[in-house]
């Protein structure tokens, strides 16, 4: 059922999304655990504090809280976007150099017409839907932007469901396929009357 083949084919390449994100959250981790347990750099940050603080001892242990809370966020945001690039570059380049990303290349799936253009644009509308706007709504939560984290969240659902929907309708073509002017084809997926060449008499 070509239905079938391109959910598995969306989960196979959504399984390496994850893999990269859980290896980029365990290399996160580390980041803060050696952040926070960097002792000598506390204490001299400390120090420093307390000397310029004038004796006010809980405002200069609140910088120091404060400046190891924007370092941690700001290493998240860096894994987010590294998530995103990465996700990009893997569409792309599959898509530009074989027509196929690693999933559709398992369910005998192909992307036509083949383009760096056409490659470029349907990659960003996927890794916008599967990634890019759900990073930009857990930054926001981090950062405590509560209301916007949740409205963003909501368009990154709705978002997803606008591209992935379109896939069970007759042309089963999802948003990234008519933003990029493609269609998915393969073995046992009939042609859209807009793709078919013409046959003359």
């Not at 290349?105 to 470029?120: C, M, W």
Request: hydrophobic share 55%.
């Amino acid at each position: 059922m070509p239905a079938t083949r391109r959910a598995m084919a969306w989960f196979i390449d959504f399984a390496l999304v994850v893999a990269l994100a859980s290896l980029l959250a365990v290399l996160t981790f580390h980041r803060i655990s050696a952040l926070v347990t960097d002792v000598p750099e506390l204490a001299a940050r400390g120090g420093f504090d307390l000397l310029t603080s004038r004796g006010d001892v809980l405002d200069a242990s609140g910088n120091v809280g404060h400046s190891l809370w924007n370092k941690s966020v700001l290493y998240v945001r860096q894994a987010f976007g590294l998530l995103i690039v990465v996700t990009f570059l893997y569409q792309w380049a599959c898509l530009a150099l074989a027509g196929r990303t690693v999933g559709k290349a398992l369910t005998g799936l192909r992307i036509t017409p083949r383009g760096r253009g056409s490659a470029a644009r349907r990659a960003a509308v996927t890794t916008a839907a599967d990634v890019a706007v759900y990073a930009m709504a857990c930054v926001l939560l981090l950062e405590g932007q509560w209301v916007l984290s949740v409205l963003v969240w909501l368009v990154a659902v709705a978002l997803f469901l606008v591209n992935a929907l379109p896939v069970l309708g007759p042309r089963r073509r999802s948003l990234a396929d008519r933003m990029a002017g493609t269609t998915v084809t393969g073995l046992g997926l009939s042609t859209p009357d807009a793709m078919r060449p013409v046959r003359t008499a």
